[in-house]
T-cell receptor, first 111, second 115 residues
Framework: DAKTTQPPSMDCAEGRAANLPCNHSTISGNEYVYWYRQIHSQGPQYIIHGLKNNETNEMASLIITEDRKSSTLILPHATLRDTAVYYCIVIIETSGSRLTFGEGTQLTVNP | NAGVTQTPKFRILKIGQSMTLQCTQD?????MYWYRQDPGMGLKLIYY???????DKGEVPNGYNVSRSTTEDFPLRLELAAPSQTSVYFC??????????????FGPGTRLTVT
């Protein structure tokens, strides 16, 4: 599975968009980009995933560059409850894929 | 649906003691996983199962054992507890979702201290 690089921490003002970057320059053609987040002391929560097209759901948007070497998770209107560690994970989309969690990005949303 | 449930929530063990961490899911998922998370670190995979009767090692299996006799349950056994096993343990499951994806659903975790 491709390795990912994320900044260790970011801050965002409440109500603003939070843009979390992820580099995955060694990604291969059949690997998907998944995003999970972990709010303090809780189990990780799935957010969104994509292959090469941009994706949007009720939680966030995922922008993947054309060369697929990087992506950005966008929380359009961050709230205090979005304060969490965000993990970008690249995996082959098969049943039972095992997630490899890196250090992630600690996002702090400030009032 | 309750999703993924784990018991106990907290446990303190003495060195050398044994215990079983319970995990149950009610989503009829075939795939189940055990992860551990040390303070300030990401999750590491201990064991996983692709279906009843089938288990395999993950990244950090030493000191642990698992079994999968039913689709719903995936217990994790610690035979001789050591201080290095002090961690938070998360169970997860995944199955084919409505969108044709396999996102994992995590339980609330078991916080284990070995002293």
């Amino acid at each position: 599975d491709a390795k990912t690089t994320q900044p260790p921490s970011m801050d965002c003002a409440e109500g603003r968009a939070a843009n979390l970057p992820c580099n995955h320059s060694t990604i291969s053609g059949n690997e998907y980009v998944y995003w999970y987040r972990q709010i303090h002391s809780q189990g990780p929560q799935y957010i969104i995933h994509g292959l090469k097209n941009n994706e949007t759901n009720e939680m966030a948007s995922l922008i993947i560059t054309e060369d697929r070497k990087s992506s950005t998770l966008i929380l359009p209107h961050a709230t205090l409850r979005d304060t969490a560690v965000y993990y970008c994970i690249v995996i082959i989309e098969t049943s039972g894929s095992r997630l490899t969690f890196g250090e992630g990005t600690q996002l702090t949303v400030n009032p | 649906n309750a999703g993924v449930t784990q018991t106990p929530k907290f446990r303190i063990l003495k060195i050398g003691q044994s215990m079983t961490l319970q995990c149950t899911q009610d989503m009829n998922h075939n795939y189940m996983y055990w992860y551990r998370q040390d303070p300030g670190m990401g999750l590491k995979l201990i064991y996983y199962s692709v279906g009843a009767g089938i288990t395999d090692k993950g990244e950090v299996p030493n000191g642990y054992n698992v079994s999968r006799s039913t689709t719903e349950d995936f217990p994790l056994r610690l035979e001789l507890a050591a201080p290095s096993q002090t961690s938070v343990y998360f169970c997860a499951s995944s199955g084919l979702g409505a969108g044709g994806t396999y996102e994992q659903y995590f339980g609330p975790g078991t916080r284990l201290t070995v002293t």
